[in-house]
């Protein structure tokens, strides 16, 4: 979305530039990335764990834009 692009798509009106977090361990915060690829859970000893395998992909960071009347997200990684 460009910054002068700021209407939402499907009711017009204002968009607002936000960004989605993940969590990360404790109280960390990260901004989501888009991963290339399907997921795959990384295996340790034959059992899979709830790790995501992210080594050697294609991550690029994710922005947002929200609208402020009817909530509509729309996602970009660019």
């Avoid at 204002?14 to 990260?30: K, L, P, V, Y």
């Avoid at 795959?40 to 395998?53: D, F, K």
């Amino acid at each position: 979305m460009s910054a002068s692009t700021n209407k939402c798509p499907k009711c017009n009106g204002r968009m607002t530039r936000g960004f989605i977090a993940e969590r990360g361990s404790n109280i960390s915060r990260f901004v989501a990335e888009w991963i290339e690829g399907e997921p795959e859970l990384v295996r340790y000893q034959g059992t899979s764990g709830s790790n995501l395998e992210i080594e050697g992909r294609r991550k690029i960071p994710i922005s947002s834009y929200r609208c402020d009347d009817c909530g509509f997200l729309e996602v970009f990684a660019l």
